[in-house]
């Protein structure tokens, strides 16, 4: 079976999604739709009003529009015509989110699986797996080394700084302490460093780094470097988009430390998150033809629905 | 729901499950199924052969049993009248042994996990996610620091050895390379050394290392060192049954690499085995209490099934 997919919204998510889609034997691309009228892309691309109109020719819609309110305002219009995947990420609505694409979904006979990616996605199932292994699991979730866009936004206000990026970074002694059982109680705060890159005149570095250290909330509560950096610099080492992190769980049986961790380390956030998506994408076209519907989260889905090869090859495998 | 548990095979995995069971609100204990007349617990202890007896009152039986022979003679038995969940580690016969309880499950209206712990086990779920993420993974499994009971055997034979222990420990500089995407073609020798610790009289320890550093296949072929250390230290440092390892995945996503791993660390083999075995107790019984039946790998197993939450609470919290 070749998977027919659909692709809306063409930012780094879509562009990612496109490049798996075309790199996979088990999908075909059928295109894109868009709000913008021209893509640099050599794929098909549709006006997004006229998406229900292909209804019939795709398999999976992969909605990879912006979560704060993309989502929210169209992804159930998407799941009355289609199978659907997506990456929502405000943590505190997936609940809402799902039921909202339970009822549509279920009402026209398609599949959505919700809240794909990293995290949520492949960190909430981990951090569910870790809490399940143990009568008294202490978990603890690190994030990073990961590029942040709201601390970056914050550097670039401070005056005299003419290009400046900032990366959150778990601090390696409270990893250290996850994983040998101490991690009970461990802040964000403790748990993560932050790392500043500025391009400033010299004059101004003394002044922009303790503007930047001293700031409520974004900076002060942290452990805060600033390195001061050229042009040049800046433009070969700070243009990607890393991040990653940690899921570290722990607990004792009988006497006996045990430390289960699940790590990412990712030189692209919206490549890997295209990554998880299309494998989600995968189950959602399989568990449709199932002849399942509604909605399903990441902890819903067995896991060798995931995979480009059917459970038989995979039960014959070294793999299990 | 109360999970009513019965164990059967009381050897380092029954009484690690014991241990659990007991510890766990949501499961309690009804008794131990042993071929041994008497054996050094609380629980109450049955003959083995009676078993199919006490059908009614055994939501899922723990099969703690080996699994050279004991599995493949015996589980069938146990999934006639039981929902059943083992550790049958067998890599290369688990579609045999899923197959043969499928068809027993099935037709008894029973469900049969099958293949439980870790490796199998969690760390089949991780090998296949892994592989589930990228056009061309390349994909890597470290074992250790691992007691291997068989190499430490191979040491106790050598003349003048008097005690004797070997663990396998995953080579760091192996271990970087697939972390960094330079995995493919790793050997399982080059993966891995050994280190050995030996109780002789100072006069045989040239003679025992060369022996035991130029045995075939067992360490020839391996980065071994050996120790010499005391009796008190060998009964202080040497007593556990540590084990764990990594499955380390990468992928290259439009010339972005991404790092998927999953790693255990264990102080108790047979204890972590029992936490997972539990964990997927707890999600037969539930497949069961849905209304399912015959045999399920852990990767036909929705991850939520295996928490004592329920799928409502989850989706409320800050897990997912
Ligand atoms: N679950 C996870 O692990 C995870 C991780 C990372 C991100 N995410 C989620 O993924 C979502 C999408 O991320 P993203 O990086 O793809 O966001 P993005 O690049 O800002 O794209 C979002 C949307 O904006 C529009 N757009 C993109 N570039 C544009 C441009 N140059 N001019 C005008 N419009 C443009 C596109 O829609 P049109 O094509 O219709 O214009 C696109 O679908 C985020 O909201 C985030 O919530 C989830
Ligand atoms: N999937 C995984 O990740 C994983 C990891 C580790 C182990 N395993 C599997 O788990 C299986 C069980 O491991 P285990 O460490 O529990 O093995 P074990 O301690 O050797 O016990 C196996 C059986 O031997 C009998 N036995 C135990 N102690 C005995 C004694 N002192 N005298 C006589 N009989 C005794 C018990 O049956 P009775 O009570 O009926 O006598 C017990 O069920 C292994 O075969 C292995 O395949 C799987």
Known sequence: MTIKAGIVGYGNLGQGVEYLINSLDDFELFGIFSRRETLDTDADVYPVEDAAKYKDDIDVMFLCVGSATDIPDQA?????????????????????????MHKVAQANDNVAVVSTGWDPGLFSMNRVLGLSLFPEPVQNTFWGKGLSQGHSDAVRQVQGVK????????????IDQARAGNGQGLSKTQAHDRIVYIVADAADHDRIREEIVSMPAYFEP??????????EEFERDHQGAPHGGHVITTGNLQGHNASVEFSLDLESNPNFTAAAMVAFGRAAARLKAQGQSGAFTVLEVPPYLLSPQSLDDLLKSEII
Chains 1, 2 share one sequence.
């Not at 015509?81 to 943590?91: A, C, E, P």
């Open 222 to 231: 942290y452990d805060t470097t600033v390195h001061f950096i050229s042009e």
């Open 163 to 174: 290009r400046g990026v900032q990366y959150t970074i778990p601090a390696q002694d409270a």
């Open 76 to 100: 159930t219009g998407f799941a009355e015509h289609f199978t659907t995947v997506d990456t929502y990420d405000n943590h505190s609505k997936v609940a809402e989110h799902r039921a909202a």
